[in-house]
């Protein structure tokens, strides 16, 4: 992966993909959720800002030099979709709603990398920097964030907080714009102190719901809105 080059789908994403067809072509559908619930693939926007949560297959040229995470304005690009999963050691059953307080990977759809911190310094703002780090949905520690929101559990309409677990600080985008090659994206880093440059809020995609199978065994269909 260099800077400039196309991302390569891996097994992780391309299982996701086909879920994403699956909803568009009406393969299966349901409900409106009122939950973002796990294994849910959604868009996550920057209030503030107005910018969604995006990532693509270019490197930072400082700091980790691992896959750049920004914000986009745009609303249609399929590089800002992230799949909601538990962690290494804490399951997260898919159509289970998310708790507040709750610790989950963010895992970016097309290149299969989850939403990564630690304390290497952002390229413009010198906050903390964000990345995508890991393969195929497996990366470490540090993909870890803890989700903030006021009852019991994460609902679509609320603004939310991501604060990583390792190192307390909070997702936020403060303004900054990146030139080429991704002229105009917004830096996204996290910093220590909440404020107006973090609460989120999930926005587009597919929420898994569960549902109970006619002969009494658990499964799980899908609502989603539109792409």
């Given at each position: 992966m260099g800077h400039l080059n196309g991302a390569v789908l891996p097994r992780f994403a391309l299982s996701t993909f086909l879920l994403l067809l699956s909803c568009i072509f009406g393969l299966s559908a349901g409900t409106e959720l009122s939950f973002v619930t796990c294994g849910s693939v959604i868009k996550?926007?920057?209030?503030?800002?107005?910018?969604?949560?995006?990532?693509?297959?270019?490197?930072?040229?400082?700091?980790?030099?691992?896959?750049?995470v920004t914000?986009?304005?745009?609303?249609?690009?399929?590089?800002?979709?992230?799949?909601?999963r538990g962690t290494s050691d804490t399951l997260c059953h898919r159509g289970t709603p998310v708790k507040c307080g709750q610790t989950i990977r963010l895992t970016h759809v097309n290149t299969g990398r989850n939403l990564h911190s630690h304390y290497f310094a952002s390229p413009l703002?010198?906050?903390?920097?964000?990345?995508?780090?890991?393969?195929?949905?497996?990366?470490?520690?540090?993909?870890?964030?803890?989700?903030?929101?006021?009852?019991?559990?994460?609902?679509?309409?609320?603004?939310?907080?991501?604060?990583?677990?390792?190192t307390d600080a909070l997702l936020a985008v403060t303004g900054e714009q990146y030139g080429r090659p991704i002229h105009g994206q917004r830096e996204v880093h996290a910093m220590s102190n909440p404020s107006q440059h973090s609460?989120?809020?999930?926005?587009?995609?597919?929420?898994?719901?569960?549902?109970?199978s006619p002969a009494g065994s658990r499964d799980y269909s899908h609502s989603h809105t539109e792409f």
């Open positions: 996550l926007l920057n209030i503030k800002h107005n910018v969604r949560l995006h990532s693509h297959d270019v490197r930072y040229g400082s700091g980790s030099g691992q896959q750049s914000g986009v304005t745009a609303v249609e690009d399929s590089n800002s979709y992230w799949s909601v703002s010198s906050n903390q920097e964000v990345s995508a780090f890991g393969e195929e949905g497996e990366g470490d520690h540090l993909d870890e964030w803890t989700v903030q929101c006021g009852g019991s559990v994460w609902k679509r309409e609320e603004a939310v907080h991501f604060r990583h677990k390792a609460p989120w809020k999930a926005m587009e995609g597919i929420f898994m719901k569960p549902s109970e």
